[in-house]
């Protein structure tokens, strides 16, 4: 079993930055993938930015050149710094991760229980 813990949102003034983290634990062979998503009242959830193991990274068009994520692999830990915030960035952020582990090595995805954002204009 894999648990993700997130931590950094609150209350913030449009144009402000906020630090978003997630932290990885339980019994796992590796870890593939940690992305947050985000989901605003009556919105479906949506991918905000994603970084694989190999390094690459992908952002929302909404996020690019605002958020950046990162990884930090010794901590299984995933960052998502966020700056320039807009009243639009209002949501409940998730974390989520693609871990391989138990008998089989298979791959699983695990979320975390979010981690609201507000922003204020």
């Known amino acids: 079993q894999v648990q993700l813990v997130e931590s950094g949102g609150g209350l913030v003034q449009a144009g402000g930055s906020l630090r978003l983290s997630c932290a990885a634990s339980?019994?796992?062979?590796?870890?593939?993938?940690m992305a947050w998503y985000r989901q605003a009242p009556g919105k479906q959830r949506e991918l905000v930015a994603r970084?694989?193991?190999?390094?690459?990274?992908n952002y929302a068009d909404s996020v690019k050149g605002r958020f950046n994520i990162s990884r930090d692999n010794a901590k299984n830990t995933v960052y998502l710094q966020m700056n320039s915030l807009k009243p639009e960035d209002t949501c409940v952020y998730y974390c989520?991760?693609?871990?391989?582990?138990?008998?089989?090595?298979?791959?699983?995805?695990?979320w975390g229980q979010g981690t609201q954002v507000t922003v204020s204009s």
């Open positions: 339980g019994t796992f062979s590796r870890i593939n993938s």
């Open positions: 970084s694989t193991s190999g390094g690459s990274t």
């Open positions: 989520s991760a693609r871990v391989v582990g138990g008998a089989f090595q298979r791959e699983y995805v695990y």
